[in-house]
């Protein structure tokens, strides 16, 4: 796997003083943080950018149009490892929520890396807010998005 990129296996956290030097300078809580981001930067080295290659090169999404009875539906149909990556990266969307800064969510984006994958982090997070800004009657459909309980793809 090493073939993928020089950046592949690399911790993209550790490797990034430029961030780390961003986040301190802008965010006063990361020290709280920095070894969270940390453990983090490794995964989105490894298992992030595995499942990413594999979407981009021998699985990607594919627009399902009508459903068995020929009802039109338009849903991304995901490969079994995309979903389980979207549902295991779920918890980057959290931190705005929980009384946590966005400046955890953006360092969380930024280190994925990928913008095809973070596209539909961020669709949901936007929902998400939605929810939260303007319809908290709602809220438990916002924790199911943060959780990627809901069914957001066939």
């Known amino acids: 796997m090493r073939a993928l990129s020089y950046a592949y296996g690399t911790n993209h956290f550790s490797q990034d003083i430029v961030l780390q030097d961003i986040l301190r300078h802008f965010w006063p809580q990361f020290e709280a943080h920095e070894a969270d981001l940390t453990r983090f930067g490794a995964i989105a080295g490894r298992e992030v950018y595995e499942t990413v290659y594999h979407v981009d090169h021998d699985a990607p999404p594919v627009l399902v149009q ?44 930024y280190l994925i890396g990928d913008p095809g994958l973070y596209c539909v982090l961020t669709i949901t997070n936007q929902v998400a807010y939605a929810i939260h800004k ?19 793809v066939v």
Not at 134 to 152: C, D, G, I, R, T
């Open 66 to 109: 009508h459903n068995l009875d020929g009802k039109r539906i338009d849903r991304a149909r995901l490969s079994p490892s995309h979903l389980a990556l979207l549902k295991a990266l779920a918890f980057i969307n959290r931190p705005p929520y929980e009384g946590d800064s966005w400046h955890h969510h953006f360092a969380y984006g």
């Open 134 to 152: 303007y319809a908290p009657e709602f809220a438990e459909w916002k924790e199911a998005l943060l959780s990627l309980k809901s069914q957001v």
